[in-house]
């Protein structure tokens, strides 16, 4: 069993910065690919970034050149640093990750997300 904690979220004003975490603890090998999604109210979740084990990443469109996702495997943890916020960045913030709990076990699991919202 594993879990995944967000945290960093908060209030802030358009312009402004914010650093997602993203804690794994339980039973872990391994850490392969993690991944931020977000959900604004009334609006589909939608994927922001995602990194490999070895470092690729890959962002939203909406996101690209503004945010930056990043993983410590000595921590299990994982980050997205979110520059440049717009209030259509407002939303909830989910860590999902595919987590290795022996070499041939692998699951997915999902935080239970963190509230990002940008005021104008």
């Known amino acids: 069993q594993v879990q995944l904690v967000e945290s960093g979220g908060g209030l802030v004003q358009a312009g402004g910065s914010l650093r997602l975490s993203c804690a794994a603890s339980g039973t872990i090998f391994s850490i392969n690919h993690m991944r931020w999604y977000r959900q604004a109210p009334g609006a589909q979740r939608e994927l922001v970034a995602a990194?490999?084990?070895?470092?690729?990443?890959n962002y939203g469109a909406s996101v690209k050149g503004r945010f930056t996702i990043s993983r410590d495997d000595a921590k299990n943890t994982g980050y997205l640093q979110m520059n440049g916020l717009k209030p259509e960045d407002t939303a909830v913030y989910y860590c999902?990750?595919?987590?290795?709990?022996?070499?041939?076990?692998?699951?997915?699991?999902w935080g239970q997300g963190t509230q990002v919202t940008v005021s104008s």
């Open positions: 999902n990750a595919d987590v290795f709990e022996s070499p041939a076990r692998l699951k997915n699991y």
């Open positions: 990194i490999t084990k070895g470092g690729s990443t």
